[in-house]
């Protein structure tokens, strides 16, 4: 490992110690550290590959066919990372997503290994 990476490790690790609550023998975290960090949250449709030259073709009134069907699930995203599936839904003429299936924190854990 470089000298960058161990610093990274040590950084990481000095963070999880700042979250972990001193009461109880530090195996409670302490969240008000974490809860108003702003993260990115996305929703995704679907996707699709085309060529650079189909790409460049695209305009107005265009197209694009996506790898999920009509009525699936959209993917909930959090800084890059899977955390739900939804539908979506009109409030006050504003789109919205519903939440159908959150998967576990447990699930998202193995899924970055």
Sequence with gaps: MN???NGASAAEKMQLDTLQADAGGGSEVNMDVILDVPVTMAMEVGRTR???RNLLQLNQG????????????LDVFVNGTLVAHGEV???NEKFGIRLTDVISPAERVRKLK
Excluded: C, K
């Design 3 to 5: 000298a960058s990476a």
């Design 50 to 52: 085309i060529s650079i």
């Design 62 to 73: 265009s197209v694009v066919e996506l790898d999920r069907a009509a009525g699936e699930p």
């Design 89 to 91: 839904v009109v409030i």
